[in-house]
């Protein structure tokens, strides 16, 4: 393995495929305009932006001339985007590339903390700054790139490829994602693999492991929303009786987050660890090659830090507590959500049973809202030439990284694309560092020039693994 330098920023050494400066530049000009169209899913719809998604439509076909008069594009719940890259091949399943179009809100649309406004797309210091530049425009427009460019070299490729870019990521992708599912569904549509966000380049996340690591997400936890209500009569607060709804509330809460869902280290997690235990320090190769024997002894130390807890544990988070109109009248409704992250294995009906047991107390009414149906989301195969295709494509590009399977902590568009495939795969080759963590959904979300440089290169090497009629050679 060569010795390469990094800087802070997580970027990694020179690679194989070089751009010229010149076309460097223009990549990093479209990701800054891409950042400035504000197409924010918000839990209130009414606070939808139509322009904003329009506009960025039109940006895309402005920005993107050959795929734009190449491909078919169909658009879905009026702004996702569904595109068909035809092959000439017939013998290969087709495979989907997934991203999506929109960002989470910023705390204020000029910025409040953020060194650049969120909106306004800004390149310096060596960044990209902006919101989307890691979550997840920098997906959208790093494949489109990678097909931009591949038309212009006259790729053609062998098996058909789409490229689905949902615009309701945000909130759950009912009316991207699984609209396009759905129609690929009606087509009968069987997909080799799909690649969507999901796990990332990380380094210094992982105790133990000092190489970056690409995970490949094989698995993601699902989320599920319990919502507790109690009501009461009010009444004055000059005469309360011994438990108020706030009271009743506050003891519920506290049961949850007192009784947390045992640890339990599942199949990702586990491969993880085997392919990682090779990079570790002696002693600590032993315990993680020996999970047999040492499991008890990981899991509590991974319990210990909240990054790490969430990859071997259903994780429990009140969200919303909301109660009480005016200071001398006793609430007559207290109402929470608990946001509940579940291990692969875990169902809707085991966390219901868990919350009422725990909570026991009849006052309390205890729903499950949106989640997961009872299958448990399934686990993609590592041994298949999806993920071998993945992992070359990011071997050729950081060649330096370790790549390893994962679970992702977070949900995905791509679980609507399940019934169509057998493989899932979520990775996006941006480099995190720890301080990075919190920049996703948080204040300076931003991407390295360099690390940008790279996501495109990834993709049109993940594309052009795939064989063309032209047989072009690598670059
Ligand atoms: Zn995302």
Partial sequence: MMDTSKDESGKINDNKPSYSEEYVKSLSGRLEKAVRFQTISHEDPAQFKEEEFKGFQNFLEKAFPKVHATMAKEILGNYSLLYTWKGVGEKELPILLAAHIDVVPAETQSG??????????????????????MDDKVSVLGILEALEKLLHEGYVPNRTIYIAFGHDEEVGGRDGAAKIAALLNSRRVILDYVLDE????????????????????????????????????????????????????????????????????EVP??????????????????????????????????????????????????TIFQAGVKENILAPRARAIVNYRLLPGDTTD?????????????????????????????????????????????????????????????????????????NIFRFLPICVCSDDLQRFHGTDERISTQNYTDVVKFYTQLIRNEGSIQNLPSE
Avoid: C
């Avoid at 105790?207 to 698995?219: D, E, F, R, Y």
């Fill in 198 to 265: 999901g796990s990332t380049i990380i380094r210094g996340v992982i105790p133990n492991v000092s190489k970056s690591v690409a995970l490949v997400g094989i698995a993601e936890k699902e989320s599920l929303n319990i919502e507790l209500t109690v009501d009461i009569e009010g009444g004055h607060s000059m005469m309360p009786p011994r438990q108020t709804t706030v009271g009743i509330m506050s003891s519920a809460i506290n049961k949850l987050e007192q009784n947390q869902f045992p640890t339990r280290m």
């Fill in 269 to 318: 997690v586990r491969k993880m660890f085997e392919t990682l235990a090779p990079e570790m320090p002696f002693g600590m190769r032993v315990v993680f090659s020996n999970l047999w024997l040492f499991e008890g002894l990981v899991k509590k130390k991974l319990a210990t830090t909240p990054s790490t807890n969430a990859l071997v544990r259903t994780t429990t988070a009140p």
């Fill in 112 to 133: 409040g903390n953020w060194i650049y406004p969120p909106f306004q797309g800004h390149i310096a210091d060596g960044f990209i700054w902006g919101r989307g530049t």
């Fill in 350 to 422: 085991k966390v219901l049973l868990h919350v009422r047991k725990t909570i026991n107390d009849p006052r309390v009414m205890i729903v499950a809202l949106e989640g997961p149906k009872s299958e448990p989301s399934f686990l993609s195969d590592t041994g298949s030439k999806g993920y071998r295709a993945i992992e070359k494509a990011i071997l050729q590009v950081f060649p330096e990284v370790i790549v390893a399977p994962g679970l992702v902590i977070g949900a995905t568009d791509s679980r609507h694309y399940s019934p169509l495939t057998q």
